[in-house]
């Protein structure tokens, strides 16, 4: 089994700023990372969702991290630390690492413009396309079929998995990895009515792209009508994400899987959009605001903070809100009730009255 022993995997976590306390035996060796119910001899796992606690008592796991104060059963050696989840994501990258790229230089089957740019250890792999006046920045990775529009720029160390397809004139910054499928760049639902008919809009905006982004598969991204649409440094998509024409999304977002933000939307920094979120066009949604899944946002958002429902509202009202719909067939029953002794009383009262 190859890996490294407990104990030294301890020292380099400590080495990283996750310092720690091993429990049980250090010189067991670790050659994987794995989720609890998975892991066998030799994984290390982890635990910080409360929810898997049990899992603690029937893991295969050669050594579990976890927090400090968290009571374990006797079993697997323990590794405690103060963020068990930001201490298995190192575990990770130390022991697996990132996934590794081939090395095609530029393959003989590419269609490469002699118009075109290409960096120095550029890989650009077989029936990818790069149009004229398209650059291709150092390091960068071409994955089978993509395809760089007319006046493209693609940054330094880029990743395009297969069949990502990058329109002319958009901007991809350095560090930016694409997945399989995704498209940037294309023409945003730009139509203007007349007589009865649809009147397409040129689109003549661009797209730009910052640094270190993350862009999973299947995700359309519009270019503006005038101006540009832009993504801020660091956000992270999941797959099947739409950005609408003209949108503005921050830095260091996160955007979760069938997310909508339609055109002319601003999102702040560190915003967080969960799955199946939508967002109308030409509102604003504040930094630090966490939206909760299936939420519909129909109006600005100004305020940092954690909103749920359609329409959006507080996360804490919309629980009011919720709590209130599962009563509502009791509290339609114990209405009825009412509306019958307010009619028997009423009765009575006509009774009396000699009505």
């Known amino acids: 089994m190859k890996g490294v022993t407990l104990a030294e995997f301890s020292e380099f976590l400590a080495s990283q700023g996750f310092p720690n306390v ?21 994984d290390i796992s982890f635990l910080s969702n409360p929810k898997y606690t049990e899992l603690l008592s029937t893991t295969k796991a050669s050594a579990v991290i976890v927090g400090r104060s968290v009571s374990t059963p006797t079993g697997p050696a323990v590794m405690r630390c103060d963020d068990p989840y930001a201490a298995v994501t190192a575990a990770i990258v130390r022991i697996h690492g990132y996934r590794s790229h081939p090395s095609w230089g530029i393959d003989a089957r590419a269609c490469v413009s002699a118009d075109a740019r290409v960096g120095p250890n550029a890989n650009v792999g077989p029936w990818a396309t790069i149009a004229p006046g398209a650059t291709i920045g150092a390091n960068a990775t071409l994955y089978p079929g993509c395809y760089v529009g007319d006046g493209a720029r693609i ?3 880029v990743t395009l998995f297969p069949n990502v ?4 004139g958009a901007v991809i910054g350095n560090r ?10 294309q023409d945003g639902l730009g139509y203007a009515p007349r007589d009865g008919r649809w ?9 730009v792209i910052e640094d270190d982004v993350e862009i999973g598969a ?6 503006a009508t005038l101006g540009r649409t832009r993504v801020g440094r660091g956000t992270k998509f999941s797959n099947n994400v739409v950005i609408g024409h003209g949108a503005h999304i921050g830095e260091d977002c996160m955007i979760v899987a069938l997310v909508g933000i339609a055109g002319s939307a601003r999102i702040g920094n560190h915003v967080t959009l969960a799955g199946q979120v939508g967002v109308a066009g030409h509102l604003e949604i504040a930094d630090h605001v966490k939206v909760g899944a299936k939420s519909g946002v129909a109006s600005s958002i100004k305020h940092a903070g954690d909103y ?9 009202a919309f629980r009011r809100q919720v709590s209130v719909v599962h009563r509502l067939p009791e509290m339609k029953g114990r209405l009825r009730a009412l509306e019958q002794q307010v009619a028997e009383l009423r009765r009575k009262l006509d009774e009396a009255a000699g009505r």
Do not use: W
Request: hydrophobic content about 40%.
């Open 308 to 316: 749920m429902g359609t329409p959006a509202v507080e996360a804490a």
């Open 155 to 157: 940054g330094d160390d």
């Open 199 to 207: 009147i397409k809009i040129p689109q003549v905006g661009r797209i």
């Open 176 to 185: 930016v990895t694409i997945h399989a499928g995704s498209v940037i760049g």
């Open 165 to 168: 397809v990058i329109y002319d």
């Open 218 to 223: 299947n995700c359309s991204f519009d270019r």
């Open 22 to 42: 091993v429990e049980g035996d250090g010189q067991v060796r670790i050659a994987a990372v794995n989720t609890l119910d998975e892991a066998g001899d030799g």
